[in-house]
């Protein structure tokens, strides 16, 4: 069985962004266990709630298959974070399943991991992965060897779908 972890914000994480890739791990029997800054109820734009069961700063990328990390305007809490850094970093360098959507995938490029890779995301973080190294592709969903991202809620679920398809699920 793959166990993902999905990093979401503590509030205005974005709620299709998660429940979507969410359900879809979840259908296949993956084991999806949620992190934020710190365990405890999670609060969505749209009101969705979820309860995080590790801080990220806690998480360990060795006990997961997949790390992915939930946009939403909350996910800015990310964007400078050495725990989410550290963390993406070593889903990276132990070639887990790394997935970034919406503006999350800022995340990723400020931890140097989207140097010279074919990324995409909200249109907003545009210039922000390409001041990082990343080649912007503009995809809804764009999966490269272990780093998927995708660029909003209409992408949900083919991002989900897309990171099961990575983890042969």
């Known amino acids: 069985?793959?166990?993902?972890?999905?990093v979401i914000a503590p509030e205005t994480f974005r709620d299709e962004e998660y429940a979507h890739p969410k359900e879809v791990l979840e259908s296949r029997g993956a084991t999806?266990?949620?992190a934020s800054t710190r365990a405890g109820t999670c609060t969505g734009k749209l009101g969705m709630t979820a309860e995080a069961t590790v801080a990220v700063s806690e998480a360990d990328a060795l006990d997961y298959d997949a790390v992915v990390f939930?946009?939403?305007?909350?996910s800015k809490i990310f964007f400078d974070d050495p725990f989410a850094h550290a963390l993406a970093r070593a889903a990276r360098d132990e070639k887990r399943i790394l997935g970034a959507i919406c503006i999350a995938p800022s995340i990723l490029a400020r931890a140097g991991l989207l140097r010279g890779w074919p990324a995409t995301a909200f249109e907003s973080q545009k210039?922000?992965?390409e001041a990082h190294g990343a080649i912007w592709t503009g995809n809804p969903v764009t999966a490269e060897g272990h780093i998927i991202t995708a660029n909003g809620p209409e992408a949900a679920r083919d991002f989900g779908l897309a990171l099961a398809d990575a983890l042969g699920i």
């Open 32 to 34: 999806v266990v949620t």
């Open 127 to 129: 210039d922000d992965l």
């Open 1 to 6: 069985m793959k166990t993902i972890l999905m």
């Open 70 to 74: 939930i946009g939403g305007a909350g």
